[in-house]
């Protein structure tokens, strides 16, 4: 388990070419995606000469490790800690994935972006605000609330706030929200394989003690609320089971019938697996909601998100009388 995966800085300026080779290259790849993704009518009106693509691709890149170099610098040294890039790993697997879905389904890389965007956004912003809501205790100003860096982030809180930003999205650009739905159910489940990895690193979202023979003991160093005790991995028990659920999503996805109830089927899916896990799981979220009370806060999420999508999953379903006759 590593909480700080590396620190960056200070740097000197003979790293500043490599950082900009770097970032160059990114973003002339970044270019090349963008480019086959937007059909074009005629290559050679449409296309921009590349010595101009060059250009503009050097120009970006130069301001782009110009920042990061200032940044790294400025609080050197950074330490990058395991969660955050897991979490940045998940978001990218998982957007790769839409991306690819979305390809088939003619809804194109550039709107995949425009979601992705919009649920990163809404989904940190609404994970934060629930984890706040729940732990209001344990701050002692308002500043610390806003301290990402430090952890705390809800993931009922992230799916709250990353559908209803992603729904503005698709009002604001036209997209059908269903469909859109559809390719975040899977690739939500693919993300969430990464960022429990990133958990089990950081050493939060841990599970109760144990003595079987696949405990772990997490260092003081971490997260961890009972370092040197031998703790259920329920970090790693949550990224098997996604990455299964995410199987099970990839099967059924050709044979559902509308708009919409591949995300409601997710949404039922991570429910159940949530509720399940939390007998072993200890934090935050492991509260019971009172004392004597037999479910966790998370397990009555839980059961009230399961039930709501099964509702509208059965409310929704064609019946016979829909399916065209022959």
């Avoid at 950082?19 to 993704?37: G, S």
């Avoid at 050679?44 to 970006?60: E, N, Q």
Wanted: charge should be neutral; charged fraction near 10%.
């Amino acid at each position: 388990m590593r909480s700080v995966l590396i620190e960056l800085g200070p740097w000197t300026w003979l790293a500043f070419p490599l950082l900009w080779v770097v970032l160059f290259v990114f973003v002339l790849l970044w270019q090349r995606i963008e480019d086959k993704a937007i059909p074009q009518q005629d290559d050679r009106a449409a296309t921009p000469p590349v010595t101009t693509d060059l250009l503009g691709s050097l120009v970006v890149s130069l301001v782009a490790a110009l920042v990061l170099f200032f940044l790294v610098n400025k609080f050197a040294p950074l330490a990058i800690k395991s969660y955050g890039v897991m979490m940045l790993i998940g978001f990218t697997v998982g957007g790769i994935w839409m991306a690819y879905a979305a390809n088939e389904d003619n809804f194109g890389v550039p709107g995949v972006i425009d979601v992705a965007l919009a649920a990163l956004v809404g989904g940190i912003v609404g994970s934060r605000i629930v984890y706040v809501l729940l732990n209001i205790h344990t701050f002692t100003g308002i500043s610390d609330m806003f301290d990402l860096w430090a952890g705390g982030l809800s993931f009922h809180g992230g799916v709250g706030g990353g559908i209803v930003s992603v729904y503005l999205c698709c009002r604001w650009r036209g997209y059908n929200f269903l469909h859109v739905a559809d390719l975040f159910g899977p690739g939500l489940a693919l993300g969430y394989v990464f960022a429990r990895i990133g958990c089990f690193l950081n050493g939060c979202c841990h599970g109760t003690p144990t003595d079987l023979p696949w405990a772990v003991t997490f260092p003081s160093t971490g997260a961890c609320t009972t370092p040197g005790i031998p703790v259920h991995p329920t970090q790693l028990y949550a990224s098997a089971l996604s990455l299964l659920i995410f199987a099970i999503l990839i099967w059924l996805r050709p044979h559902m019938k509308r708009p919409g109830h591949l995300f409601l089927t997710y949404l039922m899916f991570y429910s159940m697996m949530r509720f399940s896990l939390e007998f072993t799981r200890a934090g935050a979220t492991a509260r019971y909601l009172a004392e004597g009370f037999f479910m966790t806060e998370a397990q009555l999420a839980s059961v009230i998100i399961f039930l709501l999508s099964g509702i509208l999953l059965a409310a929704t379903w064609p019946r016979s009388s829909d399916e065209p006759s022959s």
